[in-house]
């Protein structure tokens, strides 16, 4: 019998990709399929970004297609192709972003704007286009974290060009001031600044655009929730039962804004002694499963209470890049992975195939 597209078909169909939790075919991620005689090519489309998964899902397939049909020359080629997803009614994607990702927590030393430059780290080491905004205007910490300084140039027409560092296109409040400067605003003034930051910084062909939130639900965030093109949100805790109480607060306000939260992230999950290597999860244990189960969300993953976490960022070079064969870098990855996984298979934004109709007087 004739090898047929179909048969290969019905064999991918028989393995699930675990962080989308449903086969290639079924999420729409298979640009093609070729057989020429004993030979079949594979051609993948994913709407996440995976290089380090690459070589599970080749050997995966691989090994599938032949027990399934017998051929033995079978190759698998990947593509990455994100797409905007849908944000809150009456919004339209940013443009030159694709998709608006929001890190938020409850209250603040969580670990929140660690997380998010790593998580932004990790998806550029995964192959995506990646910016991050600091959207803490009280509090910017980004340029330290990201080991950056000066001003950025302003191009015709008030566009201001993001500094670039490890992959990331990068813009804060902290490269327009100086170091010392307290912000000394009022709320509307922040919100302004933070649309100013926003919509005036020359973006470049984003698939992520990651905003670090100030911590807590206050005008930011509702600005955010309401003004901004968001297509998911993050929220960072810890498992304390404080930060946990704070933490549902956010995903609650996300919920009511119509913002689909993507998971949580378990931030200071366990502590590692540097040196004897005891494990103590000194902030408590299982509350962010606990939360993810009650408000129906998924836990992406949990990140231990590590010194290198932090050393790392304190001298502008996040762990992920630093040390991105180490632990805590895998695990930043995984959870980026997740992250990116559960908003591919979201309601796609249709909104730019629309054409614009304008009427003119002749």
């Known amino acids: 019998m004739t090898l047929q597209q179909q048969d290969v078909e019905n064999s991918l169909k028989g393995w699930i990709d675990p962080y989308l939790g449903k086969d290639l075919v079924s999420a729409r991620m298979v640009r093609a399929i070729h057989v020429d005689g004993d030979r079949v090519r594979v051609e993948l489309a994913l709407g996440y970004p995976a290089l380090g998964f690459h ?22 080629g990947f593509a990455l192709h ?9 919004l339209k994607p940013l443009p030159g972003v694709r998709n608006i990702v929001a890190i938020a927590s409850g209250k603040g030393g ?10 932004g780290a990790a998806l ?32 015709e027409g008030n566009r201001i060009v993001p500094l670039q560092a490890f992959g990331l296109q990068a813009m804060s409040i902290g490269f327009l001031i100086d170091e010392d400067q307290p912000m000394i605003w009022r709320g509307p003034m922040v919100t302004g600044a933070l649309q100013q930051l926003l919509n005036n910084t020359a973006w470049d062909d984003l698939d992520y655009l990651i905003i670090d939130l100030p911590p807590g639900t206050g005008d930011i965030q509702l600005t955010l929730s309401q003004q901004i093109p968001v297509s998911g949100a993050v929220i960072v805790t810890t498992p304390q039962d404080i930060a946990l109480l704070d933490a549902q607060k956010g995903l609650r306000m996300f919920q009511q804004v119509s913002v689909p939260v993507l998971g949580l992230v378990e931030n200071m999950s366990i502590h590692v002694c540097s040196r004897c290597g005891h494990a103590e999860p000194i902030f408590g244990q299982g509350g962010g499963e606990k939360m993810a189960q009650k408000y129906g969300t998924e836990l992406l993953g949990s990140l231990p209470l ?3 976490i932090r050393e790392r960022a304190d001298a502008g070079h996040p762990i992920v890049v630093a040390e991105p064969d180490g632990p805590a870098a895998v695990a930043y990855r995984e959870i980026a992975r997740r992250l990116s996984a559960r908003l591919a298979l979201k309601a796609r934004d249709y909104s730019a195939r629309f054409p614009t109709i304008a009427v003119v007087n002749d």
């Open 82 to 90: 994100v797409v905007s997803h849908a944000v809150q009614k009456n």
């Open 306 to 308: 590590d010194i290198r």
């Open 124 to 155: 550029a080491a995964e192959g995506a286009r990646v910016g991050v905004l600091d959207a803490d205007i009280y509090g910017p910490s980004l340029p330290h974290m990201l080991g950056l300084a000066g001003r950025p140039e302003v191009r």
């Open 55 to 76: 070589p599970v899902i080749r050997e995966a397939l691989t090994e599938r297609i032949r027990t399934d049909t017998g051929v033995e020359r079978v190759d698998i």
């Open 110 to 119: 969580v670990g929140k704007s660690t997380t998010a430059i790593n998580l």
